[in-house]
């Protein structure tokens, strides 16, 4: 059991847009700043966001990420067949003093 | 360019203590708001946090698996070092170790934390089974 939620799967078509949603509570998502992951089968995850809404250089601009309260939300644009992969939320606990992450959210590009 | 490569046994008993070795280069673990985090993942399931150390020495633990954990650092060989006490088979994953930046606001009478993974190595596997 996470302490991050996320929906397990989400799907959209080609050239959509798709959002994954990740739930927390006031002592993580609502007190400090959410980061998101890419993670493709056999590989090692890549940071997406930081901050909230950050792009680490190199990121496209179709993915972006937004914070209300104690829920982020990342959103993909114009959704390729290549953005198919696992999607994962993260934060630091202040009651936990450690960081969280969601239980991951697979993306399909139907 | 930030690199890290995680190195240790591939398969260990149970009851046995496993220790990883996380070597990095292109940063130092004496700069200011940086940090080296493990990470495991069991096969088919999601990441799992498992300890932090930072620059200035402080520790973090999954309070979960605080028991078994111990981090340390070796600042002058680009090294930190996970062990992990009594494995079970359940504790089968991939770990990951990530260079860290952290950011902490003060606000009031708490602390707001800026904290991501922003560079991560490539995993290494460990199977436990007899």
């Known amino acids: 059991q996470s302490v991050l939620t996320q929906p397990p799967s989400v799907s959209a078509a080609p050239g959509q847009k798709v959002t994954i949603s990740c739930s927390g509570s006031s002592s993580n998502i609502g007190s400090n700043s959410v980061s998101w992951y890419q993670q493709f089968p056999g590989a090692a995850p890549k940071l997406l966001i930081h901050?909230?809404?950050k792009r680490p250089s190199g990121i496209p601009d179709r993915f972006s990420g937004s914070k209300s309260g104690t829920s982020s939300t990342l959103g993909i644009t114009g959704l390729q067949t290549g953005d198919e992969a696992h999607y994962y939320c993260?934060?630091?606990?202040?009651?936990?003093?450690?960081?969280?992450f969601g239980g991951g959210t697979k993306l399909t590009v139907l | 360019q930030i690199t890290l490569k995680e190195s240790g046994p591939t398969l260990v008993k149970p009851t046995q203590t496993l220790t990883l070795t996380c070597t990095f280069f292109g940063f130092s673990l004496s700069t200011s708001g940086v940090g080296v985090t493990w990470i495991r993942q069991p096969p088919g399931k999601a990441l799992e946090w498992l300890t932090v150390?930072?620059?200035?020495?402080?520790?973090r633990y999954s309070p979960a698996l605080k028991s078994r954990l111990t981090i340390t650092k070796d600042t002058s060989k680009n090294q930190v070092v996970l062990s992990m006490t009594d494995m079970d088979p359940v504790d089968t994953a991939t770990y990951y170790c990530?260079?860290?930046?952290?950011?902490?606001?003060?606000?009031?009478?708490?602390?707001?934390?800026?904290?991501?993974?922003?560079?991560w190595g490539k995993g290494t596997t460990v199977t436990v089974s007899s």
């Open positions: 901050d909230n809404t």
């Open positions: 993260a934060t630091w606990d202040s009651s936990l003093l450690a960081g969280v």
């Open positions: 150390i930072y620059w200035n020495d402080d520790e």
């Open positions: 990530a260079h860290t930046t952290v950011t902490r606001i003060s606000s009031g009478s708490y602390y707001y934390y800026y904290y991501y993974m922003d560079v």
